[in-house]
């Protein structure tokens, strides 16, 4: 066999083991020829790189390899020293006998595998997310290291992994040389602890060290295990003293998550720190017209009335998970019944949902709290009195009234000194006039929102 011929094999073998695993273990590693006895010698980075292949790959490869040359009896493994001579091959593929290589299970994989969904391209760009975005894009270029690490934080399903998966396929995609090993705490921790018991410390250290990007999802689960804990700081300043992107998310800030210890808390602080803010009612309709555009290939009958998606994006404002899980529960749905997406299929298909995510929050808590944050009475914010410093407030909390309970305008405005349903109409709308016109009105009320949710 020739290195033409095994240039050939590189897509077959992409096709069999997948872009991520090709890219990671066999991309890597370079044809240098076949011996009279039927050895093929392939170079491998490091002698942990080679026998991680042929444990995992070797049976796989020697397949593919056979079809090509069928004289081939076994797979070598030779590592390049520093001064291009080659060191010696690795024990594991010099043995005479080729063992069948047994199927990976999820313990022994390098990382955790990447969504192939999960891109720049779909992420749906938001207020509440835009500075998140930009540093991942600017990480995702490569390049000399700006943040390091890059630290993204905010609750659950606000994006923190979308943002890691894309950086990482990103980063393959502009330089397909590079390692890039993403993984949860939890696994980091798991495959310390196996290393422990196993022995294979020097593995597991080479492994983690010898990366050009770590990225570790969920790093607040190492907190209070102090052996991961240390390991994990001695890991991370060894990639930052070789000048190695490091990409981390958790679902606080690090001086909020308890238990971790001071020195790998300011050591994430030593980097850029970005937050994910909850997600406003434009950027939930963003994200559901965004996911409808992808579902219209596969259900390219189906239709949707007016109203429905804006409807979901008001009613389920917590989780975007749950928010697009609600919207392919609809298409599936409708396209089993034949109906197309009205109100009505909306009640009776996600009504555990709804009423999961029905707020609890109630008029006199929004009209107290705006009255609060204006330092003005009560009884002056539902009375008579139109002057501004009044009226403005009380048209704030009319439209928090309609964006965060499920009550009616006419009964919003019984609660507001009896007025007309028509005037809870009008502040409504003013209020979302304003918002896209006075800054201050806007931050006003999504710090308002944010307080009555939380």
Not at 87 to 111: D, M, N, Q
Not at 180 to 185: I, R, T
């Amino acid at each position: 066999m020739t290195r033409e011929q095994w240039g050939a094999l590189q897509e077959q073998i992409c096709n069999t083991i997948g872009q991520n695993n090709y890219k990671t273990w066999i991309k890597p590693l370079s044809f240098v020829g076949i011996s009279d006895r039927g050895v093929v010698t392939l170079n491998a980075p490091t002698s942990f790189f080679g026998s991680y292949v042929s444990q995992n790959f070797g049976d796989m490869l020697l397949a593919q390899i056979s079809t090509m040359a069928p004289q081939v009896r076994r797979i070598a493994y030779e590592v390049a020293a520093a001064n291009g001579a080659a060191a010696a091959p690795s024990p594991a593929a010099e043995s005479e006998e080729v063992k069948p290589a047994e199927a990976p299970a999820p313990k022994e994989l390098p990382g955790a595998p990447l969504d192939a969904r999960f891109t720049f391209d779909t992420f749906v760009v938001g207020k509440p997310n835009e500075l998140a975005h930009a540093a991942a894009k600017r990480v995702a270029e490569g390049g000399p290291v700006t943040f390091n690490p890059l630290f993204l934080y905010g609750g659950v399903g606000l994006g923190k992994t979308h943002l890691m998966h894309a950086i990482a396929h990103e980063l393959s995609a502009r330089n397909p040389q590079l390692t890039v090993l993403y993984l949860s705490a939890e696994q980091f921790m798991y495959r310390f602890v196996q290393a422990l018991r196993e022995r294979k410390m020097m593995d597991f250290k080479e492994m983690f060290r010898s990366v050009d990007v770590l990225m570790v999802d969920d790093v607040q689960f190492i907190a209070g295990k102090d052996s991961t804990q240390e390991e994990f700081f001695h890991t991370f300043n060894a990639l930052v003293d070789q000048n190695k992107q490091i990409i981390i998310s958790a679902d606080r800030a690090p001086d909020e998550i308890k238990d971790l210890e001071n020195r790998i808390r300011s050591r994430l602080q030593s980097g850029l720190v970005v937050d994910l803010h909850p997600t406003d009612y434009e950027l939930r309709l963003g994200i559901l017209q965004s996911k409808v555009e992808t579902y219209r290939s596969m259900y390219p009958s189906l239709e949707i009335e007016n109203g429905v998606l804006e409807f979901l994006a008001h009613r389920i404002s917590t989780n975007v998970r749950v928010l697009e899980g609600a919207l392919t529960r609809l298409f599936a749905f409708a396209s089993l019944v034949g109906k197309p997406i009205n109100m009505d299929l909306v009640q009776d298909s996600l009504s555990d949902v709804l009423r999961a995510s029905e707020r609890k929050i109630s008029i006199d808590e929004i009209q107290r709290k705006v009255a609060e944050h204006y330092n003005i009475r009560l009884s002056d914010m539902i009375g008579p009195k139109r002057v501004r410093t009044f009226a403005r407030p009380r048209q704030i909390a009319m439209y928090l009234c309609k964006q965060l309970t499920s009550r009616s305008l006419p009964e919003i405005g019984r609660r507001f000194g009896g007025r007309d349903h028509t005037t809870v109409m009008h502040g409504v709308r003013r209020i979302e006039e304003l918002r896209q016109s006075d800054g201050q009105i806007d931050e006003d009320v999504e710090m308002l929102r944010r307080a009555l949710e939380a």
